[in-house]
């Protein structure tokens, strides 16, 4: 997490006080430079102080921790140092916890009356790292909480610390709950309150907005993320070296959201930069790191050649540096396999595949289990493409059992059901398929992503499955509010958006609400003539639906609602390959 105090950079201009036993740590804890990854941030730990020694701490005695004790003004900073002791002897955070939170009750009772206290707001920062290491986050956001109210930043550049540390605390404990949208608020909160201390050009204000602009990224707000990373570039340019690594990390990170935007010039140009700034700098694996994007760039912009020569020079600096199974090798393979997949050179894919899984199936020690389920979730995908969903959904099987217990993975793995649930319709399983779904979107929805694209495209998705188990109505719920989510994220043109119109007037026509599903046909035609052209085939599809449903209406109004089993079916039973296309007899569309 970003601080007002950044290392290694000038004497620090704003420091929390003094306690009576040692000096306090928070400002420790917040001068971390943000990882250009824009992967959920691990909460901070409590660490202890580099005058501690690793030797287990005495235990207070029971005068100490008696509650009529906690009045008194030396056991709070006598509470907190054995605390920290604590954890620095390797006993472990559960013992530090009662120390912590005696500490904290002990400042709040000794507080002034009406005077805001830092000793008290850096207790409750260590306490809620100490919740945060024992995976107790929801009781870390209460603490967190009360500590960022504690400070007062009309008071000074202290209290504007204590402050800004807290908020960016209480976003690092938001994102490990996997709640994006109110982990990016305390992020912002954070800035406003540091660029109002140090001024708009100062180099630790640009640290945060890159952390800020990575959050964005992973909540896929790119507008906002390039804007910020823009600011990031500019107080960097100006504090920095020309082809400082500073300025390297930022290129890389919008080349990464020029990449988001489709805008593949613009991040050729910048990863182009980036590695000339690293050259410059001999950093070789990292040279190699943005080759591997540089050859993602390519190979959108469908340059095949120009992307297996930067592969491949990747290839050969991280099996040189860092060992033939190192995931970075793996990472390097899968790309190839899905190059040579892409090209229709099947058979070299299929080998790039293997060699990738080999590495995962026995990692080297160090590898996260994030690096192993990205791996196989890609192998996956290569898998599908083929047309082979059960080793497509045994590898997703094995990255989401990987990731069921890690912190803050919950959009990953919600993105991981709704790929399995895919898998389970193409083979028929439509139980499996909606209950795949329906996790997923449960935890879209309690990660603060229901007004994503993606949750609009999941929801449509889970409407299909529930359409093949006849759970009509339902379906008809899940299309109206994916179609409300992708009107507002995507415009009524795109074509996911027009996917959602059909499902929804097909399902509308198998309920017997023919007007209703009329008029979603005569809008989407209205659409297709006005704006998008009538060459499309499926406009000549909804115009003779449109027709028949009008021919239906003129006869009767009455009209009772057909069997779902025939307007899915009419005529022969589907194979699994078919139920991946559209439905042309009513129009649902995956």
Known sequence: MPGLVSPGGPPPRITLPDTPTQRSE??????????????????????????????????????????????????????LKVARDTIASGDGPAKALDYAIRASKSFERCAVEGEPSLDLAMSLHVLAAIYCSLGRFEEAVPVLDRAIHVPDIERGADHALAAFSGYMQLGDTFSMLGQVDKSISCYDQGLQIQIQTLGETDPRVGETCRYLAEANVQAMQFDKAEELCNKTLEIHRAHSEPASLEEAADRRLMALICEAKGDYESALEHLVLASMAMIANGQDNEVASIDVSIGNIYMSLCRFDEAIFSYQKALTV???????NHPSVASVFVRLADLYHRTGKLRESKSYCENALRIYSKPVPGTTAEEI????????????????????????????????????????????EA??????????????????????VSKLRSSGERKSAFFGVVLNQMGLACVQLF?????????????????????????????????????????????????????????????????NPDFEDEKRRLAELLKEAG????????????????????????????????????
């Not at 991280?318 to 033939?324: A, L, M, Q």
């Not at 590898?395 to 793995?413: N, R, V, Y």
Request: hydrophobic share 30%; with cysteine.
């Open 471 to 535: 759970k009509i109505d339902e379906a008809a719920e899940l299309f109206e509010e994916a179609r409300g989510i992708l009107e507002q994220e995507c415009g009524n043109c795109h074509q996911d958006t027009l996917g959602v119109y059909s499902n929804l007037a097909a399902t509308y026509d198998a309920m017997g609400r023919v007007g209703d599903a009329i008029e979603i046909l005569e809008y989407v035609l209205k659409l297709r003539e006005e704006k998008l052209g009538i060459a």
């Open 373 to 416: 389920a990205g791996g196989l979730t890609e192998v996956s995908a290569i898998f599908e493409s083929v047309d082979d969903p059960e080793e497509a959904l045994k590898l997703l099987q094995k990255a989401m059992k990987l990731l069921e217990d890690k912190p803050g993975q919950q959009s990953t793995i919600a993105g991981i």
């Open 26 to 79: 928070s400002a420790n804890t917040t001068t971390k430079t943000p990882s250009p990854s824009p992967l959920p941030k691990k909460p901070p730990s409590p660490s202890p102080s580099s005058r501690s020694k690793k030797k287990t701490p005495e235990t207070p005695t029971n005068t100490f921790l008696s509650e009529s004790s906690l009045d008194n003004p030396d056991l709070g900073p006598f509470l």
């Open 419 to 440: 790929r399995m649930g895919v898998m389970y319709y193409m083979v028929g399983k439509y139980d499996e398929a909606r209950s795949a779904f329906e996790s997923a």
């Open 318 to 324: 991280f099996k040189s540096s860092k060992g033939e």
């Open 555 to 590: 006869k009767t109004r009455d009209r009772k609602a057909k069997s779902l089993e025939n307007l899915i079916d009419p005529n022969s039973k589907r194979t699994k390959k078919e139920g991946t296309k559209r439905w042309p007899g009513l129009g649902f569309r995956i």
